[in-house]
């Protein structure tokens, strides 16, 4: 069965630092592209960043401006999500996804997910 293992969230205080973590169980990601989304209550899942099954091609979101990095460890078969510099607007539930094909922004064409993680950023 193939599952999406999450952990790393939390509440951060404005401009503090955060590290998503994806785990695969059941499967090898390497042959999988990730996908970071995010669902600020009240709002639509959208596309943060991704990254190809190769590590050779990343997508990152126009509204981070620099702040987040995806990384892979294919050893722990791990994917990452770093972010820095947060601000409350990166307040949501952020969840992770695998599919065979990198760069679809499209949450529903994703079949596998990870539970979500929440960060809050507030002072």
């Known amino acids: 069965q193939l599952q999406l293992v999450q952990s790393g969230g939390g509440l951060v205080q404005p401009g503090g630092s955060l590290r998503l973590s994806c785990e695969a169980s059941?499967?090898?990601?390497?042959?999988?592209?990730i996908g970071w989304f995010r669902q600020a209550p009240g709002k639509e899942r959208e596309a943060v960043s991704c990254?190809?099954?190769?590590?050779?091609?990343?997508y990152y979101a126009d509204f981070l401006k620099g702040r987040f990095t995806i990384t892979r460890d294919h050893a722990k078969n791990t994917v990452y999500l770093q972010m820095t510099s947060l601000q409350p607007e990166d307040t949501a539930v952020y969840y992770c996804?695998?599919?065979?094909?990198?760069?679809?922004?499209?949450?529903?064409?994703?079949?596998?997910w990870g539970q979500g993680a929440q960060v809050t950023v507030s002072s």
């Open positions: 990254i190809s099954s190769s590590d050779h091609s990343t």
């Open positions: 996804a695998a599919d065979r094909k990198f760069g679809i922004l499209d949450p529903l064409q994703y079949a596998h």
């Open positions: 059941g499967f090898s990601l390497d042959s999988y592209a």
